[in-house]
């Protein structure tokens, strides 16, 4: 479990195609601290396992279902990363619940600069629709942001200068793709609100369409 508080932005030095895959090494300073195989980092909002580490860096393996459902399918070399150690018991809870389980990826439509700010436009895909509201949370690459605004499938995110500075979002462009993963209540109320097949077909809800048992 994350919370969408990013600790650095880290580097991809490495890419290799494996059977399974992609490995990836990525440069790294501050999530290397108390890190050890096998724990999960969240490496722009995926969550994935540490298979090997060195003073500098860390590798883990995505496999093709991870990069079929992310956009680690696109990744190379040099790509900028954000990443986040999964939370401990003792840390402060400053972001929302992140699984880092990725619903799907978005594209960036539009970039507005507000002073030092900026408003991002990203095009969700039509199926998380029902999962976002305005003023409720996302994580955007992994990062734990609020939701300015929604039209349909567009949403705008407010980016204040410490979130340019100490992710990537800062240095993303229009038409980019990035990791989008609905807040995990949602899911759930939409899961418990919708009504199941047996109970569209039950017997009073046909008399009530007008297709009771003749008398």
Known sequence: MFTGIIEEIGKVERLHSIP????LQIQARKVLTDLSLG??????????????????????????ETLNRTTFGQIKVGTLVNLERAMSASSRFGGHFVQGHIDGTGQI???????????????????????????????????????????????????????Q????????????????EVDILSKYVVN?????????LSVEKIEEWGYGRKK
């Open 109 to 163: 439509v539009s970039i507005r600069n507000i002073g030092e700010a900026a408003r991002m436009s990203i095009q969700i895909p039509s199926e998380l629709s029902q999962f976002i509201v305005e003023k409720g949370s996302i994580a955007i690459n992994g990062v734990s942001l609020t939701i300015a605004k929604k039209n349909m499938t567009l949403i705008e995110i407010a980016l204040i200068p410490l979130t």
């Open 192 to 200: 418990l609100l919708k009504p199941t097949f047996a109970e569209l």
């Open 39 to 64: 724990d999960s980092v969240a490496i722009d909002g995926v969550c994935l396992s540490v298979t090997q580490l060195n003073a500098s860096s860390l590798s883990v393996v995505a496999v093709e």
């Open 165 to 180: 500075e100490n992710t990537n979002l800062g240095q993303k462009r229009v038409g980019e793709w990035v990791n989008i």
């Open 20 to 23: 399974e895959g992609k490995l």
